[in-house]
């Protein structure tokens, strides 16, 4: 919480300045939020919709043959 107020206040100097112009800022406040978000997501160890769907389709395939694999040791069993 201090960073951001410390962060805020650079902010509002420059803007009092005559330094940043609103697009400026904008861009700022957009770049800061942006970076947040990429380091809460890098801690949550996301994935993405890609990689998910190609772990999805592995793990169905396995699935497969090991309900093969059941099924070839009842017949034997049984």
Do not use: C, P
């Amino acid at each position: 919480m201090e960073k951001y107020n410390k962060i805020l206040k650079n902010l509002t100097e420059l803007v009092e300045k005559g330094f940043f112009t609103s697009r400026d800022l904008k861009k700022t406040v957009e770049e800061s939020i942006k970076f947040k978000l990429e380091s809460i997501t890098n801690k949550l160890n996301l994935v993405s919709r890609e990689e998910f769907e190609v772990q999805k389709k592995v793990i169905q395939k396995l699935q497969k043959e090991l309900n093969k694999l059941k099924t070839k040791k009842k017949k034997k069993n049984g």
